[in-house]
Each structure stands twice: as C-alpha cells, then as structure tokens.
C-alpha cells in the first residue's frame, strides 16, 4: 500500500506551500495512527511504503514511540520496531539533511527509490536524484539497493533481485548495543 499525502484538513498557512511541510505531516500523521491503532502488528503482511522518506517519521519516531507506549503501555522498542517496519521512498527526500536521518531509522532493504515524478517540477526531481548519488557515490552497494534490489524484494513479480551480502559485523553489533541501551531505558523509566 503506498501512502502518499495531500492537503491537510485546514486551510493552508499564508506563506507556507502545502508540499513544503503540510504533506510531510500528513504521511507521518497517517504513519502514526497506523501504529497506534494497531494496524501494523494486526496486519503484518500488509507492506506500507511511505513517500517522501516517510515524511518526519525517522527524525521523530522516538518521540512518538515514546508518546504511543505512554498511552498503551508498550514497550517503546516494539513501537520502534512498528515505525521502521514500513518502507520508505527517496522522493524529494534525498538531500544530506534528510538521507542520513532515514538510513539510520529505517530497515536497509526497506528504503526505496523515489522522484515524486511527474508531480513535481523536474528540477526538483533532478536535484534529489543527484543528491542520492552524491550521498550514495562511495557505496556501490547501498546504491544497488535503493535504486533497484530492495524494490524487487518488495515485488518480486518485476524480476529476480541479486542476493545482497549479509551486514557487516559492525553494523548488526551497532544494532544490537543500540537495542540493549534502550531495552535498559525502558526498563529504568517503568521502574521509576
């Protein structure tokens, strides 16, 4: 299912182009009741892209897990875990500001390429699609998977994909201190 935004239900602010920021709040709204509904751990086998690199959710999913296990009592990881389940496009997002932000949150094989063409004006296209190989030119592999392997793990009907190595060491024991640390976290916080 892909998740693409419009219009916010008020009138826009003077000033503010809708697409520069009211979109982005719309996919991450959207983003956020599908975890905190539930729908993501209830339907597991339903594959949600989010456009636009999911809007702010990989800059402020810890807040908002935070925010969802406040209100229903769950574990902040697992609402983490909800978040970086969805998969995420490139569009209009590749820039160096917001590429490391959405590489750091998300799964790998769960970013996606994207150019939000012909929607936005080519230039913009362009820009972001420069950006992404800029910020990808030194690692052929990553490139290989956002622009084609990780869509055609996601569609395999489009053709077969080439087996990717396996991560690196240092990143799989990254993710797991990184998991213990906020597992402690939890813990201290529901024990205060």
Do not use: C, K
Not at 32 to 43: A, D, E, K, Q
Not at 157 to 167: E, K, Q
């Amino acid at each position: 299912m892909f998740i693409h935004p419009a219009d916010l239900p008020a009138p826009a602010v003077t000033g503010i182009p809708p697409f520069a920021a009211d979109f982005l709040l719309d996919t991450t709204r959207a983003a956020y009741l599908l975890v905190s509904n539930g729908i993501r751990r209830s339907y597991p086998n339903i594959r949600f892209i989010l456009s636009h690199a999911g809007g702010f959710v990989p800059y402020a999913s810890h807040r908002m897990a935070v925010a969802i296990a406040g209100a229903s009592g769950r574990s902040p990881l697992d609402v983490l875990d909800d978040f970086s389940s969805f998969y995420f496009d490139t569009a209009l997002s590749a820039s160096p500001a917001a590429l490391p932000s959405l590489l750091a949150f998300a799964d790998p094989g769960h970013v996606l390429f994207g150019s939000d063409w012909p929607f936005a004006p080519e230039a913009a296209v362009q820009y972001f699609a420069a950006g992404l190989d800029d910020y990808t030119a030194d690692d052929a592999d990553l490139t290989r998977r956002i622009e084609r392997e990780n869509a055609l793990a996601l569609f395999p009907r489009l053709g077969t994909p080439t087996p990717l190595a396996a991560p690196a060491l240092p990143d799989r024991v990254r993710g797991a201190v990184t998991r213990t640390a906020m597992r402690a976290v939890t813990r201290l916080i529901a024990t205060t």
